[in-house]
């Protein structure tokens, strides 16, 4: 096996050096959520030259599916945002049947997409935004700048969320629904702030929140879904969805477009929301990411060592046998996640088919999540209404804390990749920086637009950045990290297809889009 892989910059390699023996080497079993710690130095991980891999010598062993849930959980709550509760139920309640037939091919073409993001974290221990170091310097760059600017306007997921909360209480009482929206969307942020700068291992607070959402969500649409006049409309709605089905419709309003577009990317997660399932892959211990320490609170946790770069291993039976079970486990999961965002999706489009079309209500301004909550008035009464407005805050209010999470560790991972300072200073400390700054964003952010407006500006920069991306993505998986590693981590030339497909549709509408605009 020849120890090369171009690194940061042009030309640039990756130099392997020697790691001690891991515990999994001698023998000893430990915990899913155990970390070795690499012999580094300084304050934290990642200090020393950032174009370094460090070599161990066995492949971690696969521990199994159950131990190690949670990854797809928490990729399938994020992904249960603006696209499943607000704008495919959007197209549905003003265009009816007309795009039912194309919600499970979008969802589909992500599937490939998350198990590449997956492969890459799981073969070198890394993240996306490091791989992207590696195909260039200034590439990296320019992700971080799309990133940057996509992201000033997540707090839109806080406010969308916080209409639900501000109908289903009327608290403040006399207060207009913008000042409510606002009251709440302050106090979600100031609650999950709050969980991620006292919660110990910030991945497991974020993990056990994630589940509990998917649980309510699924259990809130599958009891609105079955009720009698929602069962009526079954045969006519899945006639078009399980046939693929679908037409441009005659009442079709070109201001449209971005949401249409902010469906597309967003049947599933979308863009850098993509991205960030590398990041949970990692702090759940898949893979060589089983040598990276997580990031912890500075309050309640202890600090653990996260290396700047990966790890890279040698071609023997043993490690190819581990290998390919992490593998699977991320074939697995991914399936998991993007399946449950596409039954969640299924149900909720279904819910505005049966309930809103036939009524013209359609979602928007600051009573976004009010509309969608008349089929479960219409279906359980008031109850049946309090508790979509519960689904609806789940559904949203989560994302603001994926997003802030997700996002900080992607600032954090380019500047420790790329500037001295802020390895010596730590990805901890560089992470919690931003945590700060992104909550100040949002909180400045909530004043100038309705939460409606600072979605769509965040689906459409991110179906743009997954349109440029993508060919970066099969270039590390499928050139570079074979130069280095066994051959037999080359994912299939199958798999290449699927991810060529995606593609092919994502880059093709976001230069249509483009145009249009410009």
Same mark, same amino acid.
């Given at each position: 096996?020849?120890?090369?892989?171009?690194?940061?910059?042009?030309?640039?390699?990756?130099?392997?050096i020697?790691?001690?023996?891991?515990?999994?080497?001698?023998?000893?079993?430990k915990?899913?959520?155990?970390?070795?710690?690499?012999?580094?130095?300084?304050?934290?991980?990642?200090?020393?030259?950032?174009?370094?891999?460090?070599?161990?010598?066995?492949?971690?062993?696969?521990?199994?599916?159950?131990?190690?849930?949670?990854?797809?959980?928490?990729?399938?709550?994020?992904?249960?945002?603006?696209?499943?509760?607000?704008?495919?139920?959007?197209?549905?309640?003003?265009?009816g049947?007309a795009?039912?037939?194309?919600?499970?091919?979008a969802?589909?073409?992500?599937?490939?997409?998350?198990?590449?993001?997956?492969?890459?974290?799981?073969?070198?221990?890394?993240?996306?935004?490091?791989?992207?170091?590696?195909?260039?310097?200034?590439?990296?760059?320019?992700?971080w700048?799309?990133?940057?600017?996509?992201?000033?306007?997540?707090?839109?997921?806080?406010?969308?969320?916080s209409?639900?909360?501000?109908?289903?209480?009327?608290?403040?009482?006399?207060?207009?629904?913008?000042?409510?929206?606002?009251?709440?969307?302050?106090?979600?942020?100031?609650v999950?702030?709050?969980?991620?700068?006292?919660?110990?291992?910030?991945?497991?607070?974020?993990?056990?929140?994630?589940?509990?959402?998917?649980?309510?969500?699924?259990?809130?649409?599958?009891?609105?879904?079955?009720?009698?006049?929602?069962?009526?409309?079954?045969?006519?709605?899945?006639?078009?969805?399980?046939?693929?089905?679908?037409?441009?419709?005659?009442?079709?309003?070109?201001?449209?477009?971005?949401?249409?577009?902010?469906?597309?990317?967003?049947?599933?997660?979308?863009?850098?929301?993509?991205?960030?399932?590398?990041?949970?892959?990692?702090?759940?211990?898949?893979?060589?990411?089983?040598?990276?320490?997580?990031?912890?609170?500075?309050?309640?946790?202890?600090?653990?060592?996260?290396?700047?770069?990966?790890?890279?291993?040698?071609?023997?039976?043993?490690?190819r046998?581990?290998?390919?079970?992490?593998?699977?486990?991320?074939? =697995?999961? !991914?399936? #998991?996640?993007?399946?449950?965002? /596409? +039954?969640?999706?299924?149900?909720?489009? $279904?819910?505005?088919? *049966?309930?809103?079309?036939?009524?013209?209500?359609?979602?928007?301004?600051?009573?976004?999540?009010?509309?969608?909550?008349?089929?479960?008035?219409?279906?359980?009464?008031?109850? =049946?209404? !309090?508790? #979509?407005?519960?689904?609806?805050? /789940? +559904?949203?209010?989560?994302?603001?804390? $994926?997003?802030?999470? *997700?996002?900080?560790?992607?600032?954090?991972?380019?500047?420790?990749?790329?500037?001295?300072?802020?390895?010596?200073?730590?990805?901890?400390?560089?992470?919690?920086?931003?945590?700060?700054?992104?909550t100040?964003?949002?909180?400045?952010?909530?004043?100038?637009?309705?939460?409606?407006? $600072?979605?769509?500006v965040?689906?459409?920069?991110?179906?743009?950045?997954?349109?440029?991306?993508?060919?970066?993505?099969?270039?590390?998986?499928?050139?570079?990290?074979?130069?280095?590693?066994?051959?037999?981590?080359?994912?299939?030339?199958?798999?290449?297809?699927?991810?060529?497909?995606?593609?092919?549709?994502?880059?093709p509408?976001?230069?249509?889009?483009?145009?249009?605009?410009f």
């Amino acid at each position: 096996m020849g120890h090369t892989l171009m690194g940061v910059g042009r030309n640039a390699n990756w130099e392997v050096i020697p790691m001690r023996e891991t515990a999994e080497k001698r023998g000893v079993r430990k915990p899913a959520d155990a970390r070795e710690a690499p012999e580094l130095t300084g304050r934290e991980a990642g200090m020393g030259r950032h174009d370094r891999l460090r070599e161990v010598s066995t492949v971690p062993r696969y521990l199994g599916w159950l131990a190690l849930f949670g990854p797809g959980a928490v990729f399938a709550a994020m992904a249960q945002g603006s696209g499943e509760l607000i704008w495919w139920p959007y197209l549905m309640a003003k265009y009816g049947a007309a795009f039912v037939g194309i919600i499970l091919p979008a969802c589909a073409l992500q599937y490939m997409v998350n198990v590449e993001i997956g492969r890459y974290s799981a073969t070198t221990g890394e993240t996306m935004f490091t791989g992207f170091c590696r195909v260039h310097k200034a590439f990296a760059g320019l992700m971080w700048v799309m990133v940057l600017i996509t992201y000033l306007w997540f707090g839109g997921y806080a406010s969308a969320g916080s209409t639900a909360l501000a109908a289903l209480t009327g608290i403040p009482t006399g207060w207009s629904p913008r000042a409510q929206t606002l009251f709440w969307s302050y106090l979600v942020i100031a609650v999950f702030g709050s969980a991620i700068l006292f919660g110990r291992v910030v991945y497991r607070v974020i993990e056990k929140i994630m589940i509990a959402v998917t649980v309510v969500t699924v259990v809130g649409l599958l009891a609105a879904a079955f009720h009698p006049q929602v069962v009526q409309h079954w045969g006519e709605f899945f006639g078009w969805y399980f046939t693929f089905r679908s037409y441009w419709p005659a009442n079709w309003d070109p201001k449209d477009l971005d949401i249409f577009l902010t469906c597309i990317c967003f049947a599933g997660a979308g863009g850098f929301f993509n991205i960030m399932y590398s990041y949970w892959l990692r702090d759940k211990g898949i893979g060589l990411g089983r040598f990276v320490g997580r990031v912890t609170s500075p309050i309640t946790g202890q600090p653990e060592a996260i290396p700047a770069t990966g790890y890279v291993f040698a071609d023997t039976p043993e490690n190819r046998a581990n290998y390919r079970g992490w593998i699977r486990f991320v074939y =697995g999961d !991914a399936a #998991f996640g993007t399946g449950v965002n /596409a +039954f969640t999706l299924m149900l909720t489009c $279904l819910l505005a088919f *049966a309930l809103l079309y036939p009524k013209g209500l359609v979602p928007s301004g600051w009573k976004i999540a009010v509309y969608q909550a008349e089929f479960f008035r219409t279906s359980w009464g008031y109850l =049946g209404q !309090a508790v #979509f407005y519960l689904v609806a805050a /789940a +559904f949203m209010a989560d994302s603001w804390l $994926l997003c802030v999470d *997700a996002i900080s560790r992607m600032h954090a991972d380019y500047f420790v990749s790329n500037f001295r300072l802020f390895r010596e200073w730590g990805v901890r400390n560089t992470y919690y920086l931003w945590v700060a700054i992104l909550t100040v964003i949002s909180c400045v952010t909530l004043l100038l637009a309705q939460p409606g407006t $600072l979605l769509i500006v965040t689906g459409v920069l991110n179906f743009i950045a997954m349109a440029i991306y993508l060919p970066a993505l099969i270039y590390l998986n499928y050139y570079l990290v074979p130069r280095t590693f066994p051959n037999w981590t080359r994912p299939s030339n199958v798999a290449l297809f699927f991810i060529c497909l995606s593609e092919a549709v994502y880059l093709p509408l976001a230069i249509y889009y483009l145009i249009l605009k410009f």
